[in-house]
């Protein structure tokens, strides 16, 4: 018997997460094939609960399936020029 909170439960689309999040579909699809974002796949299709997508977007995200923020390096590029 299935427990009837998941059946109340919303469920989104990849392409609903990808156009609020403002990302290409690819990307949640991504993390759903990953592993990293919890999803139930029916009809074919990936359908995710919203209170998985919330806990995948508190992660950190070196943990999460987004990429951390590059850090920028100040004064000199990242290869250094041998001096002539």
């Known amino acids: 018997m299935m427990n009837m909170d998941?059946?109340?439960t919303e469920t989104l689309s990849l392409e609903e997460i990808a156009?609020?999040?403002?990302?290409n579909v690819e990307t949640p699809?991504?993390?759903?094939?990953?592993?990293k974002l919890k999803a139930l796949k029916a009809?074919?299709?990936?359908?995710?609960l919203r209170p998985a997508l919330e806990e995948f977007?508190?992660?950190p995200k070196?943990?999460?399936g987004?990429?951390?923020k590059k850090q920028k390096v100040s004064g000199t590029s990242q290869r250094q020029r041998?001096?002539?």
Do not use: E, H, I, N
């Open 62 to 64: 070196d943990v999460g």
């Open 29 to 35: 699809r991504r993390w759903v094939r990953s592993g």
């Open 82 to 84: 041998p001096k002539t």
């Open 43 to 48: 009809g074919g299709q990936y359908r995710v």
């Open 19 to 23: 156009a609020a999040l403002r990302l």
């Open 66 to 68: 987004r990429p951390p």
């Open 6 to 8: 998941v059946m109340k």
């Open 57 to 59: 977007l508190q992660m």
